[in-house]
C-alpha cells in the first residue's frame, strides 16, 4: 500500500524567505508524484508533478520539487515566499497501474508573515 | 472552457437521510473521481469512474455509492448519513486515466448532517 508522510501540519515564513515544505513517500512501484495547493473555501490546484524523467520538476508560481528515490522523497521549494502562497499543501502519490486514486498526505498549512 | 462544477456547494442534512452530489467533468474529460475531505481524516480516496465503469473503489462502506452517465457526467450518493459523512466532496476529473494526468478539482460540496 502506498503512504505520503508531510513532515509538518503548520510551516510559517516570513515574505522572502524560503519555503521548504517537506514530502515523504512509500510505494512499492515507481510512483507518479504530485503536489496539490488549496486555497480557502477552493478546489485543489496542481503545482507540479513527477512521472519520469527529469527528477527536478518546475511548477506553476515559482515552485519546484525534486524527486529522490533513495530518500523516498518529494519536497516542494520556493526560493522566496510571497503572501499569496499562503495556502494548503498536499503531496500525492499514484500507483501507475491504479488509475486516478491518488494517495494524499495529511497537508502542510504554509503562512506567510510580513 | 468551464471547469468542473459541483452541485449542490452546500447542503445540509439529518441523520439517516440520504444525499446526490452531482459533479460536471471539464468537457473532454472521461475520467472523473471522487474524494471525502475531513480535518481528521484529511484526503481520502472514494472511487473513480471511466467511461460509466466504476475503476477504482476506496475503503468506504457501502452506503457509498456513485455513477457515470454516457455525457461522463457523474453522481454519488451517500445513504443512511452519519455524523462522521461531514466532509467536503470533491470531484476530480481528468483526460488521462494512467494516473500520471493532472486531476481538474471542483469546489467541492460541502456536506454538514446534523
Known amino acids: 500500500a502506498q503512504s505520503v508522510t508531510q513532515l509538518g501540519s503548520h510551516v510559517s515564513v516570513s515574505e522572502g524567505a524560503l519555503v521548504l515544505l517537506r514530502c515523504n513517500y512509500s510505494?512499492?512501484?515507481?510512483?507518479?508524484l504530485f503536489w496539490y495547493v488549496q486555497y480557502p473555501n477552493q478546489g485543489l490546484q496542481l503545482l507540479l508533478k513527477y512521472t519520469t524523467g527529469a527528477t527536478l520538476v518546475k511548477g506553476i508560481n515559482g515552485f519546484e520539487a525534486e524527486f529522490k528515490k533513495s530518500e523516498t522523497s518529494f519536497h516542494l521549494t520556493k526560493p522566496s515566499a510571497h503572501m499569496s502562497d499562503a495556502a494548503e499543501y498536499f503531496c500525492?502519490?499514484?500507483?501507475?497501474?491504479?488509475?486516478?486514486?491518488?494517495?494524499f498526505g495529511g497537508g502542510t498549512r504554509l503562512m506567510v508573515k510580513p | 472552457k468551464a471547469g468542473v462544477t459541483q452541485t449542490p456547494r452546500y447542503l445540509i442534512k439529518t441523520r439517516g437521510q440520504q444525499v446526490t452530489l452531482s459533479c460536471s467533468p471539464i468537457?473532454?474529460?472521461?475520467?472523473v473521481s471522487w474524494y471525502q475531505q475531513t480535518p481528521g481524516q484529511g484526503l481520502q480516496f472514494l472511487f473513480e469512474y471511466f467511461s460509466e465503469t466504476q475503476r477504482n473503489k476506496g475503503n468506504f462502506p457501502g452506503r457509498f455509492s456513485g455513477r457515470q452517465f454516457s455525457n461522463s457526467r457523474s453522481e454519488m450518493n451517500v445513504s443512511t448519513l452519519e455524523l462522521g459523512d461531514s466532509a467536503l466532496y470533491l470531484c476530480?476529473?481528468?483526460?488521462?486515466?494512467?494516473?500520471?494526468?493532472?486531476?481538474?478539482f471542483g469546489e467541492g460540496s460541502r456536506l454538514t448532517v446534523l
Open positions: 500525492a502519490v499514484s500507483d501507475n497501474n491504479a488509475g486516478n486514486m491518488l494517495t
Open positions: 468537457s473532454g474529460h472521461r475520467s
Open positions: 510505494s512499492s512501484v515507481p510512483p507518479y
Open positions: 476530480a476529473s481528468s483526460q488521462l486515466t494512467t494516473g500520471a494526468g493532472e486531476l481538474f
